[in-house]
């Protein structure tokens, strides 16, 4: 079994910037592909990032493109969402999750969830 857990939401104003973490246990982290979803009020689950299980191969939503970074630490078990530029449009709870099918959009690619962390961007 994967066990997620995500910090580093919370309040920030349009134009700030924060930093989520996601540690990972249970399996092997480096075998893992990574990814970051988003679910705001009333709106279904969206995804925002993924990473390879190497690092190589990043993916983002067109939304968040140019804004947003996914990175991964192998030796710490830990996945990161750097997020810049924020807009009240990025308000949502972000999800991390894990999979053995390679990162991708699809949130049918990946096994494992976590519990997620609120992001609020006030304008």
């Known amino acids: 079994q994967v066990q997620l857990v995500e910090s580093g939401g919370g309040l920030v104003q349009a134009g700030g910037s924060l930093r989520l973490s996601c540690a990972v246990s249970?399996?092997?982290?480096?075998?893992?592909?990574m990814g970051w979803f988003r679910q705001a009020a009333g709106k279904e689950r969206e995804f925002v990032a993924g990473?390879?299980?190497?690092?190589?191969?990043?993916y983002y939503a067109d939304s968040v493109k140019g804004r947003f970074t996914i990175s991964r630490d192998n030796a710490k078990d830990t996945v990161f969402l750097q997020m810049n530029d924020l807009e009240p449009e990025d308000t949502a709870v972000y999800y991390c999750?894990?999979?053995?099918?390679?990162?991708?959009?699809?949130?049918?690619?990946?096994?494992?969830w976590g519990q997620g962390t609120q992001v609020t961007v006030s304008s």
């Open positions: 249970g399996r092997t982290f480096s075998s893992l592909a």
């Open positions: 990473i390879s299980w190497r690092g190589g191969s990043t």
């Open positions: 999750a894990a999979g053995f099918s390679g990162a991708g959009m699809s949130d049918g690619r990946y096994d494992y």
